[in-house]
């Protein structure tokens, strides 16, 4: 490994808490170990999701609009962007916080990140990603007849609104990331997957969608021309018959490896498998490439080789 590697490290949103309290509190500890890649050589990028805290935005917009005073209604595409400078004040300040308690002088900048999505993709047929609160059948009816919304009852709790989750096509801020990184910046980019776009001309339209994290991680990875993808989770290695007796911890998946526990249902979907599938994607997206999945504070033993499932193409 060469002395400097470029590492995108993608940050689970679940692992900043559930209020802004929490979330302060919680990038103390996630700087730390990201300081750590820093201080050790490597540029870093970090990505991060934004599922609780898209979730208090848009929950928070969305009842204010219901009161006396008529606050008007967000778009989930506004509530992203929202999302993405209030998780990117956080850690931006607490990664720079930990730089300069190490005597390291590096700038630290979030971008508002606009991800290009295709507005054909077959995602949007059958939506399935929940956001929002849960409403009674009444109201979720009102909602479809009113606003147009897709709903599904969840689980016994009452209906939600559920959105697409589409592939992630190109980066549309992609210069500027890649100008601040070459400049030696630490970037935050494509937040909580980035917010999901569609171009119509030489606009950029944004639309309701989940774009994940993982993938989109993934896509600037490719684009900064990373070495490394690091997916952040909460276990120190990815496991075949999770659960099970004959429980296996995995250091290192190669392609033939990878799509066979893929194919034989190994990864949950919504949890482990996007992780397995972006890191999968990654390796293969170039020679020499790699991924890493493991938890934030073995991230830089795993760079080592010491911990982490390492996805490599052979």
């Given at each position: 490994?060469k002395?400097k590697?470029?590492?995108?490290?993608?940050?689970g949103?679940n692992?900043l808490?559930?209020?802004?309290?929490?979330?302060r509190?919680?990038v103390?500890?996630?700087?730390?170990p990201?300081?750590?890649?820093?201080e050790?050589?490597?540029e870093?990028?970090?990505a991060?999701?934004?599922?609780?805290?898209?979730?208090m935005?848009?929950?928070?917009?969305?009842t204010?609009?219901?009161?006396?005073?008529?606050?008007?209604?967000?778009p989930?595409?506004?509530?992203?962007?929202?999302s993405?400078?209030y998780?990117?004040?956080?850690?931006?300040?607490?990664i720079?916080?930990?730089?300069l308690?190490r005597n390291?002088?590096?700038?630290?900048?979030?971008?508002?990140?606009?991800?290009?999505?295709?507005?054909?993709?077959?995602?949007?047929?059958?939506?399935?990603?929940?956001?929002?609160?849960?409403?009674?059948?009444?109201?979720?009816?009102?909602?479809?007849?009113?606003?147009?919304y897709?709903?599904?009852?969840?689980?016994?709790?009452?209906?939600r609104r559920?959105?697409?989750?589409?592939?992630?096509?190109?980066?549309?801020?992609?210069?500027t990331v890649?100008?601040?990184?070459?400049?030696?910046?630490?970037?935050?980019?494509?937040g909580?997957?980035?917010?999901?776009?569609?171009?119509?001309?030489?606009?950029?339209?944004?639309?309701?969608?989940?774009?994940?994290?993982?993938?989109?991680?993934?896509?600037?990875?490719?684009?900064?021309?990373?070495?490394?993808l690091?997916i952040?989770?909460a276990?120190?290695q990815?496991?075949?018959?999770?659960?099970?007796?004959?429980?296996?911890?995995?250091?290192?998946?190669?392609?033939?490896?990878?799509?066979?526990y893929?194919?034989?249902?190994?990864?949950?979907p919504?949890s482990?498998?996007?992780?397995?599938?972006?890191?999968?994607?990654?390796?293969?997206?170039?020679?020499?490439?790699?991924?890493?999945?493991?938890?934030?504070?073995?991230a830089?033993?795993g760079?080592?080789?010491?911990?982490?499932t390492?996805?490599?193409?052979?």
């Amino acid at each position: 490994m060469k002395m400097k590697d470029k590492i995108v490290v993608a940050l689970g949103g679940n692992a900043l808490g559930n209020s802004p309290e929490e979330q302060r509190a919680l990038v103390k500890d996630t700087a730390k170990p990201i300081v750590d890649l820093i201080e050790a050589g490597h540029e870093v990028i970090l990505a991060h999701g934004n599922g609780p805290q898209v979730g208090m935005i848009n929950l928070a917009m969305s009842t204010a609009a219901n009161t006396p005073a008529g606050t008007p209604e967000m778009p989930f595409p506004e509530c992203g962007a929202m999302s993405q400078g209030y998780i990117g004040f956080h850690l931006q300040n607490a990664i720079r916080e930990e730089l300069l308690n190490r005597n390291m002088n590096i700038p630290v900048a979030t971008v508002i990140t606009q991800v290009i999505v295709d507005k054909n993709d077959s995602a949007f047929v059958n939506p399935t990603k929940p956001i929002g609160a849960f409403y009674s059948k009444e109201e979720s009816d009102k909602m479809v007849s009113e606003k147009g919304y897709v709903m599904i009852e969840d689980s016994g709790r009452g209906y939600r609104r559920v959105v697409a989750s589409p592939q992630p096509v190109d980066v549309a801020e992609k210069e500027t990331v890649s100008a601040l990184v070459e400049q030696g910046h630490v970037v935050i980019t494509v937040g909580g997957g980035g917010i999901p776009v569609y171009r119509e001309g030489n606009k950029l339209i944004g639309i309701p969608a989940v774009i994940d994290k993982d993938f989109a991680s993934e896509k600037i990875a490719e684009i900064l021309d990373a070495d490394y993808l690091i997916i952040l989770t909460a276990v120190e290695q990815v496991a075949i018959n999770f659960g099970k007796p004959d429980e296996k911890w995995l250091s290192k998946m190669n392609l033939e490896d990878t799509e066979k526990y893929i194919a034989e249902g190994h990864f949950a979907p919504g949890s482990m498998l996007p992780k397995v599938q972006a890191a999968l994607k990654f390796a293969k997206s170039k020679p020499g490439r790699k991924a890493l999945i493991t938890s934030l504070e073995k991230a830089k033993e795993g760079i080592e080789g010491s911990t982490g499932t390492l996805v490599v193409l052979d």
